[in-house]
């Protein structure tokens, strides 16, 4: 049968090594954090090293040794990814961490036959979006080429896996994320967990007709900012400001859309093993970061600056210890019961529905 791919591979021009950061992104004119690393190379590659072979212990050869170890020292394995894993690690660590290995290896053949011989009604809308997921990085900046292809086949094979949330922009980014870690079988059944919960709750909900858990999580953020951050809160009610003109993206991305990409992948990294908690830390970290500045914003300045933040509250080094010092467990629990009390519970309706254990097992 005939292979339903991205046809016409056209070659163009490949930007010079010397032109990309470390992770294969243009870079931009100026950029003080990668001067600061490159003064202080030999220091970081050392200390790099050290934590490679530590996390190399940890996890065993190919993954073989990482349950063992999670279930013997769970406090060592979150106090290290929230440090950050590896970069040369990351990939199969995401993998371990999501349980998308374990889907894989119980579906083997599948992802292939989703590919070559499924039709999606999605495909067009996929073709037409692929040149918007991260195009200022090497891997996905050749029209039709190896990245564009594989970023096409991991969201067209989905969209048939799952006909009920098919195919929405937003899941553009979250594929390229993995694919830039991972291989395209990899990739789609580290999405598959994702959406359809394997570790955590799903997060189909977020790409549903009518973005339901979107309404949520936005619903759930807009009362954790009126608690924690009261007199902020108040300001965003003089300026008529609510969590759907700033933060939807932060969920449905998973700040991997317009964040720093150091910093994306360090919040990946807590978001994969301890699930969307982080998100909603990471925003009121940022809040509270900018806070005194926010406050005196009016509404044009104001809604400029909430997608905008500056490049000091980007650090992950600042922003994410702040990030895990917050409590929101509690007012999260509360604020969702709060909503479906007013919403009824369609989402874990829809869940249910959709029959999610028969399609993972």
């Known amino acids: 049968m005939e292979r339903n791919t991205i046809d016409d591979f056209e070659p163009g021009p490949l ?16 950029n003080s954090s990668s001067d600061a690393l490159t ?8 200390r790099e090293e050290r934590r490679v072979r530590k996390w190399r212990k940890m996890i065993g050869v190919g993954g073989s040794d990482w349950k063992h170890y999670v279930r013997r020292k769970p406090n060592v394995v979150k106090r290290r990814i929230r440090k950050g894993i590896p970069d040369c690690l990351r ?83 979250l594929a390229g994320l993995l694919l830039l870690y991972m291989s395209e079988e990899d990739a789609f059944w580290l999405l598959v967990a994702l959406l359809k919960g394997a570790v955590h709750a799903p997060m189909e909900g ?35 400001i609510n969590p759907s003109m700033y933060a939807s993206q932060w969920f449905i991305t998973v700040f991997s859309y317009s964040f720093p990409f150091h910093l994306a992948l360090r919040i990946w990294d807590v ?24 406050v005196k914003l009016p509404f044009e300045k104001l809604i400029h600056a909430l997608r905008n933040f500056p490049e ?3 650090d992950p080094d600042t922003l994410l210890p702040m990030a895990y010092s917050i409590k929101v467990s509690k007012q999260l629990e509360e604020s969702k019961q709060l909503y479906e009390s007013k919403h009824g519970k369609e989402i874990q309706d829809e869940g249910d529905a959709n029959g999610k254990q028969e399609q993972l097992h």
Not at 15 to 30: A, M, N, T, V
Not at 271 to 294: M, N, Q, R, S
């Open 312 to 314: 000091d509250a980007m």
């Open 271 to 294: 978001f994969l093993y301890e699930g969307v908690t982080i998100v909603f830390k990471v925003g009121l970290a940022l809040l509270k970061y900018c806070h005194d500045d926010l």
């Open 39 to 46: 003064k202080n190379r030999s220091t970081v590659n050392e």
């Open 91 to 173: 990939g199969l660590v995401w993998q371990l961490i999501s349980g998308s290995r374990d889907l894989l290896l119980m579906n083997p053949g599948v992802y292939e036959q989703l590919v070559i011989y499924e039709t999606s009604a999605s495909e067009l809308d996929i073709i037409r979006d692929i040149s918007r997921t991260f195009p200022s990085h090497v891997f996905f900046q050749q029209r039709h080429g190896p990245g564009q292809r594989s970023l096409y086949n991991v969201l067209k094979a989905y969209s048939v896996f799952d006909r009920n949330v098919g195919y929405v922009q937003g899941m553009g980014f």
């Open 15 to 30: 930007p010079s090594p010397r032109q990309l950061d470390r992770f294969g992104f243009l870079k931009k004119e100026h």
């Open 206 to 240: 977020l790409y549903l007709a009518g973005l339901p858990l979107v309404q949520q999580y936005l619903f759930q953020f807009d009362n954790l900012v009126r608690e924690q951050l009261p007199k902020l809160g108040e300001h965003f009610t003089r300026e008529m």
